[in-house]
Every structure is written in C-alpha cells, then in structure tokens.
Nanobody
Framework: QVLESGGGLVQPGGSLRLSCAAS????????VGWFRQAPGKEREAVSCINLVNSDTYYADSVKGRFTVSRDNAKNTVYLQMNDLKPEDAGVYYC????????????????WGQGTQVTVSS
C-alpha cells in the first residue's frame, strides 16, 4: 500500500513537499512515480525515481523546480516542489512498481489515493 500526503493550498512561488510512504513492503527494489491530474486534463508524469540505481526523471515543466528524493529509514519518497505555479495544481498521485525504463502511468500498478495541490493567490 502506498499513501501520499503533503498536499494543500499554496500561493504562487511557494513550496510544498509531498510524501509517498509505503507499507507492507520495502521500496528499495522498486521505482516510484509521481503523476498529477488537473481537472479536465489527462494524468501526466511529473517525476520518477528508480530506487535501485537512483536514476531520476523530471517532466520538462518541472525541471529545476521539483526534486524527488528518498528516505530509506522511513521507507518514503518525497517530491519537493518549489516555485509553484498555478499550472502545477491538481491531484498528485504516487505510484510504485518494479523499475521501468519509462516514466509513464501504464508502467505502474500500485497507486495511492492522491493528494490535492492548489496553487492560488
């Protein structure tokens, strides 16, 4: 089971840190993806991390602003989001599966329930 947390309301330019905590298994041998979906839009990949070799992927729209990281002791992956923009708003999902070569939603089988991120002044 994976559980996201950390969403909320933030002003443009602000920051949030999302957490993806796993229970019942160790994340060490998996890949974790962060995806988001805005109202009326398709789900899109934001960032992925391969926890076996530490490779990371970022969507062009978030490069330089978002950072994915891990805390092995807490069995948790984080998504640090800085300089948030209104277009970053949406429901953010954490997904877990065996490491894949692409950061696409079809590559992930275990999904969290999502956490809402709202960016507004």
């Amino acid at each position: 089971q994976v559980l996201e947390s950390g969403g909320g309301l933030v002003q443009p330019g602000g920051s949030l840190r999302l957490s993806c905590a796993a229970s019942g298994f160790t994340l060490d041998y998996y890949g974790v993806g962060w995806f988001r979906q805005a109202p009326g839009k398709e789900r899109e990949a934001v960032s992925c991390i391969n926890l076996v070799n530490s490779d990371t992927y970022y969507a062009d729209s978030v490069k330089g602003r978002f950072t994915v990281s891990r805390d092995n002791a807490k069995n948790t992956v984080y998504l640090q989001m800085n300089d948030l923009k209104p277009e970053d708003a949406g429901v953010y999902y954490c997904a877990v599966d065996h490491p894949q070569s692409e950061c696409v939603s079809d590559a992930f089988g275990s999904w969290g329930q999502g956490t809402q991120v709202t960016v507004s002044s």
